[in-house]
């Protein structure tokens, strides 16, 4: 079967950087990609790390280890329109973690 | 450039009643396509995925049905409604990188 983990809710301040983790578990792994949702609607798209490295665009960046099953969603310059619930997701069928709410505070 | 229409937006629908949701995309040909409910404040289930016309893969047994007559239209169904069944319900088309989520239907079955 396939499970992924994030933190259930992190809260970081106005400006700041905050890390949110994901490890997964899963057979036929082809990458990790990462989603915005905000209350009320739907996921948007953030970003996806096929090889293991650093992915950046703009202030967001994920980071994928393939050894270690593990990836994480940086998020720099934290803005309070940052506040919202953020998914990992593993492909090729694409399986989405619970989801990781992210308070900000001004 | 792609997009994927959902509706209704809104739906509330008594026990026992029959549900259609259906979703269509525009700009792309053969997606990969998704269906998943969200409870509130959880995460999203996977529900059934299509990766052509006439190939459903269930995900999890449940009330719910997929179909998919058309390339680009993929259907959830269900005979009887449950309770449980209701929740915030997406539709997605998928590439090899990204999914594309419609606007979502949000269900309360009463």
Sequence with gaps: ?106 | SQTIHQWPATLVQPVGSPLSLECTVEGTSNPNLYWYRQAAGRGLQLLFYSVGIGQISSEVPQNLSASRPQDRQFILSSKKLLLSDSGFYLCAWASRYEAFFGQGTRLTVV
């Design chain 1, 1 to 106: 079967g396939q499970s992924l983990e994030q933190p259930s809710e992190v809260t970081a301040v106005e400006g700041a950087i905050v890390q949110i983790n994901c490890t997964y578990q899963t057979s036929g792994f082809y990458g990790l990609s990462w989603y915005q949702q905000h209350d009320g609607g739907a996921p948007t798209f953030l970003s996806y790390n096929g090889l293991d490295g650093l992915e950046e665009t703009g202030r967001f960046s994920s980071f994928l280890s393939r050894s270690d099953s593990y990836g994480y969603l940086l998020l720099q310059e934290l803005q309070m329109k940052d506040s919202a619930s953020y998914f990992c997701a593993v492909h090729d069928k694409i399986i989405f973690g619970k989801g990781t709410r992210l308070h900000i505070l001004p």
